[in-house]
């Protein structure tokens, strides 16, 4: 599967961003997905996870309550829409498909190209 993420972009903090990740073929609702994101100097950490279907999420104890990560299955697409932004949000944010929901970056097989997103103070 081949993941595209887009939505990135500046906002000020207390703002608010959808960050969308498309996804290629037609076996999208086989892959539980995840967010992560990666600041500069730091390593790639989980942000977010979504069962195959849906029902079923999990989140950074720094994004829960703020972020919430959703999926289309019909259109291939996962989302995750982030409020009350901080300044710490600022990241390269990427999607990554597994086989299990999980929040651990090596069990996902499959990564999109990431996307910027800067929260200015």
């Known amino acids: 599967v081949q993941l595209q993420a887009s939505g990135g972009g500046l906002v000020q903090a207390g703002g608010s961003l959808r960050l969308s990740c498309a996804a290629s073929g037609r076996t999208f609702s086989m892959y539980p997905m995840g967010w992560f994101r990666q600041a500069p100097g730091k390593e790639r950490e989980f942000v977010a996870s979504i069962s195959r279907s849906g029902g079923s999420t999990d989140y950074a104890d720094s994004v829960k309550g703020r972020f919430t990560i959703s999926r289309d299955n019909a259109k291939n697409t996962v989302y995750l829409q982030m409020n009350v932004l901080k300044p710490e949000d600022t990241a390269v944010y990427y999607c990554?498909?597994?086989?299990?929901?999980?929040?651990?970056?090596?069990?996902?097989?499959?990564w999109g190209q990431g996307t910027q997103l800067t929260v200015s103070s």
């Open positions: 990554a498909a597994a086989n299990i929901i999980t929040s651990d970056r090596y069990q996902y097989n499959y």
